[in-house]
């Protein structure tokens, strides 16, 4: 069973930065072995693809709507995974989850390990 819990959210102004962390833990020890994820949810709509980075934190993927703005990053000896924020816009107000699995999809429905979600609003 993997458990991931994320930090790092609260509100801030347009154009302002913030860094999501999730830290994540498996009682086999293999998290190292996971690709993980980001995914934003506004209330009443689907959960929305943001970000995603192999085990071997190599080549990364964004959402276009994200592109250019934010930046994931994993760290898989610290069980890490971040998510740099920067030029925040007021579209960007969700709840973020972050996700684990083998497998990089970009179809929430396809990931199987999820946090609780944590708030990010942004004024404009």
């Known amino acids: 069973q993997v458990q991931l819990v994320e930090s790092g959210g609260g509100t801030v102004k347009a154009g302002d930065s913030l860094r999501l962390s999730c830290v994540g833990s498996?009682?086999?020890?293999?998290?190292?072995?996971?690709?993980m994820g980001w995914f934003r949810q506004v209330q009443g709509k689907d959960r929305e693809f943001v970000a995603a980075?192999?085990?071997?934190?190599?080549?990364?993927y964004y959402s276009d709507d994200v592109k250019g703005r934010f930046t994931i990053s994993f760290n898989s000896a610290k069980n890490t995974v971040w998510l740099q924020m920067n030029r925040l816009k007021p579209e960007d107000t969700a709840v973020y989850y972050c996700?684990?699995?083998?497998?990089?999809?970009?179809?929430?429905?396809?990931?199987?390990?999820w946090g609780r979600g944590i708030q990010v609003t942004v004024s404009s």
């Open positions: 996700a684990a699995d083998r497998g990089i999809y970009t179809n929430y429905k396809n990931w199987m390990y």
């Open positions: 498996d009682a086999r020890r293999t998290f190292t072995r996971y690709d």
């Open positions: 980075i192999g085990s071997t934190a190599d080549t990364p």
